[in-house]
């Protein structure tokens, strides 16, 4: 069932938006050669807990993590490890949660970790673009069609491509809520967007096909032929006029 949030409920998670985004901010701020993402989960972690919240992610479904960093061909749903180190010329995503009074925040970005190819740049600003052309849409009245297909127009004129089994979602009291919010679609199709809907639109964009798969430790999401992945996403509120990005600090 789709929530339409009350004003109070919008009120708290713009706090749980708002460490959520610091704490990705914080993240990316620490992508350097040689370090190991567990110290890049320690640190969002530290921060969450630091400003009163939980880590949406930690103990989700059994997520071992405070955040998902994923690298290069990692799609999603990384596992924190001391012994999976970051070099120069990575892309590393993160995604983040943070729950307080109640209610959840979901953002994600991905970094570059020093001197990466032109693919790896052009992907992630292509990625960051197509969110921002999706979020144009979501406007009460428009419909999630609209968002999804202008998201994956916008990384088409790349030659990119968009995940298709994994996709955005309603946020709230629970990480994940209805409705479903592909990075695809029809203009004028699917789920009508009302004021005070909160939604997660998360493009995740691969350089070569879109086909992933899942690793063997259940979590890891990688692209099946090893190309390039990317991922952005923030908490979005809908109202009657410009979106409002939670997320965002
Ligand atoms: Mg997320
Ligand atoms: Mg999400």
Known sequence: MIQIKSD???????????????????????????VSTKHIDDIIRHHI?????????????????????????????????????IHNGDIVSIDVGAFIGGYHGDSACTFLCGQVSEEAKTLVKATEEAFYKGVAFAVAGNRLGDIGSAIHE???????????????HGVGRNL???????NYGHPGHGVRLYKNMVIAIE??????????RV?????????????????????????DGEPVLLTKI
Not at 176 to 182: I, R
Request: aromatic share 8%; hydrophobic share 35%; glycine share 14%.
């Open 176 to 182: 994940h809520e209805d409705p479903e919010v592909p």
């Open 49 to 85: 807990e630091k400003c009163g919240a939980k880590p949406s992610f930690l103990g989700y479904g059994g997520f071992p993590g405070s955040a998902c960093i994923s690298i290069n061909d990692e799609v999603i749903h990384g596992i924190p490890s001391k012994d999976r180190i």
């Open 203 to 212: 493009p995740m964009v691969t350089a070569g096909s879109h086909e992933v």
């Open 215 to 239: 690793g063997k430790d259940g979590w890891l999401v990688t692209t099946r032929d090893h190309s390039l992945a990317s991922h952005y996403e923030h908490t979005v509120l809908i109202t």
């Open 154 to 168: 916008h990384v088409m004129t790349y030659g990119f491509d968009v995940v298709r089994e994994y996709v955005g």
């Open 8 to 34: 109070a409920a919008v009120a708290a998670m713009r706090t749980a938006g708002r460490i959520t985004g610091e704490a990705l901010y914080l993240g990316g701020q620490a992508v350097k050669d040689g």
